[in-house]
C-alpha cells in the first residue's frame, strides 16, 4: 500500500489563504456577473449566439479579474 501523502489536516500557515480568495472570487463573480451581464446586454446588439457568448466571456473575464484583485487585496490587508 502507498504512503498516504495528504492527511487532510488543514495547514496553518501565513499569508493569504488562496483557496478561500478563489471560492470567493467565484461566488462574487456569479452572484454580481449574471444582473451585471444582463443590464450591459440591454444597451447592445447581440445578433447572433456567437456575439452573446463573445459578449458574456468578455464582461465575465473583466469582472473576474476586478473582483479576485480586489479580494485578494483585502485579504492580504487583513493579514
Not at 473583466?62 to 473582483?67: D, E, F, I
Amino acid at each position: 500500500m502507498p504512503e498516504r501523502v495528504d492527511d487532510g489536516e488543514p495547514v496553518d500557515r501565513e499569508g493569504v489563504d488562496y483557496t478561500y480568495v478563489m471560492q470567493l472570487t467565484f461566488l462574487t463573480t456569479i452572484l454580481a456577473g449574471v444582473p451585471l451581464v444582463v443590464v450591459l446586454s440591454l444597451f447592445v446588439t447581440l445578433p447572433t449566439w456567437a456575439d452573446r457568448v463573445e459578449f458574456v466571456i468578455r464582461v465575465g473575464a473583466l469582472l473576474w479579474l476586478v473582483t479576485g484583485t480586489g479580494l485578494f487585496l483585502r485579504e492580504r490587508q487583513r493579514q
